[in-house]
């Protein structure tokens, strides 16, 4: 059986400005609640990393302290060798981090041309060559331009939404739970889709809970427990170790 | 769903929509009516007139052109209501006397500038009574003049409301903000009272009278509400639909959280939508006054009811409901006349409001497109 790399204090943690994004004693939450307490995790360049746990576990809430949606608690979140714990997501967009929200992640009454160019408002001018690059990438979405995007199905929508969030060629994307709502018949196709995204140079933070699917796809996974680190270590050894196997992924 | 449909999709309709069935009936009863009045028959049934009478062509159209511009004004003003709604998320109720202080703003220097060098003392052209009567043709430029004071004036009377009242307390819910808004209204009100006091002065009549096919007739004040407020309206069309500003107005009015995580810059749009909302409400109170001749400190209060029900009956969050609200609800306001005595007509313009939510809880425009 292969090791389970548990944490503990002997872990040593890599040093956050060698990692494309490092957390490091996260205490977070929403006002007085907190959800989060000493969490770490690291995503390398173009690595592709996965949160799984049982429901309520903070998986999104790891995600939404990363983009500045949380109440800041303790502890540091290293982004790019830039301490951006404290700041606001209309600052943490400038920085090359885009996020995709479960739910609510497409602008419903504008059209799926003006979702693209919403997700480059930052920029002076509308990038055409970032919305080819979307249409390649999606080339449903160039079907459907013109249309509002409340009237695509789930699985264009949350193509849209992924689209946007690489209108600024982002180096971190943040997923979360993509696959949820989709017919399970594109389940797969969705995550080919973040595989093509990853290949291409983007580093990807994802929660998901088809978490055998995502573990199998991915490079390294964490396990969140009540807020806390569980385990991490590879995506294939997770998926492989008796004890994750059991108590969170079904057997 | 149409007046006529055939027999078997009636009977599911009855059966499915009793109350679209029973309002369907009524406006054909109404039609027919209308029509039977035109031609100036009229039908008794036991004694009783239960159709027709007689109304004329000429005035059943100028009736038409009195709603129209009254829903116009009133669209105008409906669209800042109706955007702070969907992006600040709250019902504002010192719009109406926005829409006052706007009008007065406009007013007075319109006044001023066609009264300077005729003699009257500046007091008495402040105060609105030098007994002067504007129009648009014979006093062009101080009407033009008094038109974009309007616009610029109230949208400074917005931003200054909107940094000493409801910016330092963004963060508390929209019932607090709501409370709050009632409080600057009284606050305006009576400060636009303890200036100009609250008596009603007659400051416009139409200086020219324009006959179309005939049968129609307008004055110059209203050609031009008609003219400024179409205008208006399209050129918030295509600041909503063509510029990015615009684009962001729509999508922080359709999901305010994405708006933030995608870089958005929400506080500059929420600071665009004060200043249009303002502008409009500002133009649109002063191109009533135009219309109808009158100003008084109340004015815009009273108009708030005849916005809401504009808002509301378009679907509240839209910007096209409301113009399309504020046209519909004045077109029922006029037209209410025909069957009507003139004090029950506003009652007419919320039976509608009623119905149209009875049937379509969420507005002629709400759940098809926020903006």
Same mark, same amino acid.
Request: aromatic share 6%.
């Given at each position: 059986?292969?090791?389970?790399?548990?944490?503990?204090?002997?872990?040593?943690?890599?040093?956050?400005?060698?990692?494309?994004?490092?957390?490091?004693?996260?205490?977070?939450?929403?006002?007085?609640?907190?959800?989060?307490?000493?969490?770490?995790?690291?995503?390398?360049?173009?690595?592709?990393?996965?949160?799984?746990?049982?429901?309520?576990?903070?998986?999104?809430? /790891?995600?939404?302290?990363?983009?500045?949606?949380?109440?800041?608690?303790?502890?540091?979140? /290293?982004?790019?060798?830039?301490?951006?714990?404290?700041?606001?997501?209309?600052?943490?967009?400038?920085?090359?981090?885009?996020?995709?929200?479960?739910?609510?992640?497409?602008?419903?009454?504008?059209?799926?041309?003006?979702?693209?160019?919403?997700?480059?408002?930052?920029?002076?001018?509308?990038?055409?060559?970032?919305?080819?690059? /979307?249409?390649?990438?999606?080339?449903?979405?160039?079907?459907?331009?013109?249309?509002?995007?409340?009237?695509?199905?789930?699985?264009?929508?949350?193509?849209?939404?992924?689209?946007?969030?690489?209108?600024?060629?982002?180096?971190?994307?943040?997923?979360?739970?993509?696959?949820?709502?989709?017919?399970?018949?594109?389940?797969?196709?969705?995550?080919?889709?973040?595989?093509?995204?990853?290949?291409?140079?983007?580093?990807?933070?994802?929660?998901?809970?088809?978490?055998?699917?995502?573990?199998?796809?991915?490079?390294?996974?964490?396990?969140?427990?009540?807020?806390?680190?569980?385990?991490?270590?590879?995506?294939?050894?997770?998926?492989?170790?008796?004890?994750?196997?059991?108590?969170?992924?079904?057997? | 769903?149409?007046?006529?449909?055939?027999?078997?999709?009636?009977?599911?309709?009855?059966?499915?929509?009793?109350?679209?069935?029973?309002?369907?009936?009524?406006?054909?009863?109404?039609?027919?009516?209308?029509?039977?009045?035109?031609?100036?028959?009229?039908?008794?049934?036991?004694?009783?007139?239960?159709? &027709?009478?007689? !109304?004329?062509?000429?005035?059943?159209?100028? =009736?038409?052109?009195?709603?129209?511009?009254?829903?116009?004004?009133?669209?105008?003003?409906?669209?800042?209501?109706?955007?702070?709604?969907?992006?600040?998320?709250?019902?504002?109720?010192?719009?109406?006397?926005?829409?006052?202080?706007?009008?007065?703003?406009?007013?007075?220097?319109?006044?001023?500038?066609? &009264?300077?060098?005729?003699?009257?003392?500046?007091?008495?052209?402040?105060? +609105?009574?030098?007994?002067?009567?504007?129009?648009?043709?014979?006093?062009?430029?101080?009407?033009?003049?008094?038109? #974009?004071?309007?616009?610029?004036?109230?949208?400074?009377?917005?931003?200054?409301?909107?940094?000493?009242?409801?910016?330092? =307390?963004?963060?508390?819910?929209?019932?607090?903000?709501?409370?709050?808004?009632?409080?600057?209204?009284?606050?305006?009100?009576? !400060?636009?009272?303890?200036?100009?006091?609250?008596?009603?002065?007659?400051?416009?009549?139409?200086?020219?009278?324009?006959?179309?096919?005939?049968? #129609?007739? =307008?004055?110059?004040?209203?050609?031009? +509400?008609? #003219?400024?407020?179409?205008?208006?309206?399209?050129?918030?069309?295509?600041?909503?639909?063509?510029?990015?500003?615009?684009?962001?107005?729509?999508?922080?009015?359709?999901?305010?959280?994405?708006?933030?995580?995608?870089?958005?810059?929400?506080?500059?749009?929420?600071?665009?939508?004060?200043?249009?909302?303002?502008?409009?409400?500002?133009?649109?109170?002063?191109?009533?006054?135009?219309?109808?001749?009158?100003?008084?400190?109340?004015?815009?209060?009273?108009?708030?009811?005849?916005?809401?029900?504009?808002?509301? #009956?378009?679907?509240? &969050?839209?910007?096209? &409901?409301?113009?399309?609200?504020?046209?519909?609800?004045?077109?029922?306001?006029?037209?209410?006349?025909?069957?009507?005595?003139?004090?029950?007509?506003?009652?007419?313009?919320?039976?509608?409001?009623?119905?149209?939510?009875?049937?379509?809880?969420?507005?002629?425009?709400?759940?098809?497109?926020?903006?």
């Amino acid at each position: 059986m292969s090791q389970r790399a548990t944490v503990s204090a002997e872990v040593t943690l890599p040093d956050p400005s060698e990692r494309l994004l490092a957390i490091r004693n996260l205490d977070a939450g929403y006002g007085d609640l907190q959800v989060l307490s000493d969490v770490h995790m690291d995503v390398a360049d173009e690595e592709y990393v996965v949160i799984v746990g049982p429901n309520g576990a903070g998986k999104s809430t /790891v995600m939404k302290s990363v983009f500045g949606l949380t109440t800041y608690m303790g502890g540091e979140v /290293v982004f790019d060798g830039t301490d951006i714990s404290e700041r606001n997501p209309d600052e943490i967009i400038y920085e090359g981090i885009s996020y995709v929200p479960q739910t609510g992640n497409v602008f419903g009454s504008l059209s799926v041309r003006e979702n693209l160019e919403m997700g480059a408002y930052i920029l002076d001018e509308v990038p055409e060559d970032r919305i080819e690059d /979307v249409y390649e990438r999606f080339p449903i979405l160039r079907e459907r331009s013109e249309q509002d995007a409340g009237t695509l199905s789930g699985g264009q929508q949350q193509m849209l939404a992924m689209g946007r969030a690489l209108m600024l060629d982002p180096d971190l994307l943040l997923l979360d739970e993509p696959s949820a709502g989709l017919a399970p018949d594109l389940v797969e196709d969705m995550f080919d889709r973040i595989d093509r995204i990853n290949d291409d140079g983007t580093a990807i933070l994802m929660v998901e809970q088809n978490a055998k699917e995502a573990l199998r796809r991915c490079d390294r996974g964490y396990v969140l427990v009540q807020g806390q680190n569980r385990y991490e270590d590879d995506g294939s050894v997770l998926l492989n170790d008796e004890q994750v196997r059991q108590d969170f992924l079904g057997g | 769903m149409g007046l006529v449909a055939n027999a078997g999709d009636s009977r599911a309709a009855v059966v499915d929509r009793p109350g679209a069935v029973a309002v369907a009936a009524v406006l054909g009863y109404l039609v027919l009516d209308l029509v039977v009045k035109l031609s100036g028959i009229s039908v008794f049934f036991l004694g009783m007139q239960v159709l &027709g009478g007689s !109304l004329e062509l000429g005035s059943l159209l100028s =009736m038409v052109i009195d709603g129209l511009l009254v829903g116009l004004a009133v669209g105008l003003a409906g669209i800042g209501l109706s955007m702070t709604y969907s992006i600040l998320d709250f019902a504002n109720f010192a719009h109406g006397d926005t829409v006052t202080a706007g009008a007065f703003l406009g007013w007075v220097a319109a006044y001023i500038a066609a &009264g300077l060098g005729t003699g009257a003392p500046i007091a008495e052209l402040f105060m +609105l009574n030098s007994g002067r009567q504007l129009s648009t043709v014979s006093t062009f430029v101080p009407v033009l003049l008094g038109l #974009v004071v309007a616009g610029v004036g109230s949208v400074g009377v917005t931003l200054l409301v909107d940094r000493l009242t409801y910016r330092p =307390m963004r963060a508390a819910g929209n019932i607090s903000l709501l409370i709050a808004s009632i409080g600057v209204a009284l606050a305006m009100r009576y !400060l636009i009272a303890f200036v100009f006091g609250t008596q009603t002065s007659g400051v416009a009549s139409g200086g020219l009278r324009i006959t179309f096919f005939g049968t #129609v007739s =307008m004055t110059d004040n209203e050609v031009t +509400l008609l #003219v400024v407020s179409l205008l208006l309206m399209l050129a918030v069309h295509l600041l909503l639909q063509r510029t990015k500003l615009g684009k962001a107005m729509r999508a922080m009015a359709d999901n305010e959280d994405l708006a933030r995580v995608t870089g958005i810059p929400t506080e500059r749009v929420i600071r665009l939508t004060w200043i249009l909302g303002g502008g409009l409400a500002g133009v649109g109170g002063y191109l009533l006054v135009l219309e109808s001749g009158t100003i008084s400190f109340n004015f815009g209060w009273i108009l708030l009811l005849l916005i809401f029900a504009a808002v509301i #009956v378009g679907g509240i &969050g839209s910007i096209y &409901g409301a113009m399309a609200g504020g046209v519909l609800i004045g077109l029922v306001d006029s037209l209410a006349l025909i069957w009507l005595p003139s004090g029950l007509t506003r009652a007419a313009a919320f039976l509608v409001l009623i119905v149209v939510l009875l049937l379509r809880p969420s507005g002629i425009f709400g759940g098809v497109t926020t903006a």
